[in-house]
């Protein structure tokens, strides 16, 4: 079985709308506005890209990074050359510009799950976030969580009234700008 791992940026209240600088959300560019750069706090980013054998994300993410992410050769070569799923029931055909399979359901990312590979590694994608984890499909969470409060915002965790989920803290860093590294594994 393959691991999920999702990936966010996140502020200590849960909020990961728009960290970049996405459109449409009043704090968006929180990550850049809200701490000084640190650049060891994107190790775990760089480390990433070196160990997921796949990417998936939500139809929004996707159609967000598309026309950004294949531009970043160097950057981003890693995502750029791994196969890539892209979660939606409304998206007709992939962006030709940085292809994706396109999956119709949670239960098409379980299938996923169970063919032969490495960790497969899911950015933004909130609402997929939510939904996998609700699904009991997240294995394990990598979270550089920044010191900001931003109250409204979509959620990495669902409000889903559910049993508890145990997590065991399997990393841990503080860096010198007060962003936290939480790299969590789902007990179960």
Request: net charge negative.
């Amino acid at each position: 079985m393959r691991p999920l791992i999702v990936t966010a940026f996140m502020s200590v209240d849960g909020v990961m709308e728009a960290p970049g600088g996405e459109p449409g959300y009043r704090n968006t560019g929180w990550t850049l506005k809200s701490v000084e750069m640190d650049p060891a706090a994107y190790e775990i980013k760089t480390r990433e890209q070196e160990e997921a054998t796949a990417l998936l994300m939500g139809r929004r993410s996707y159609e967000a990074f598309a026309p950004v992410w294949p531009t970043m050769t160097e950057e981003f070569a890693g995502y750029n050359a791994m196969p890539r799923y892209v979660v939606s029931t409304t998206l007709a055909e992939e962006d030709p510009r940085w292809p994706a399979t396109i999956l119709r359901s949670v239960d098409d990312v379980a299938e996923l799950r169970r063919t032969e590979g490495g960790p497969i590694s899911v950015h933004g994608s909130a609402t997929l976030g939510r939904a996998l984890a609700d699904a009991g499909l997240v294995d394990r969470y990598h979270l550089l969580v920044f010191p900001v409060l931003l109250g409204a915002g979509k959620r990495l965790f669902s409000d889903t009234d559910k049993d508890a989920q145990k997590l065991r803290l399997v990393e841990h860093e503080v860096y010198a700008n007060g962003v936290q590294k939480q790299v969590l594994d789902v007990v179960r």
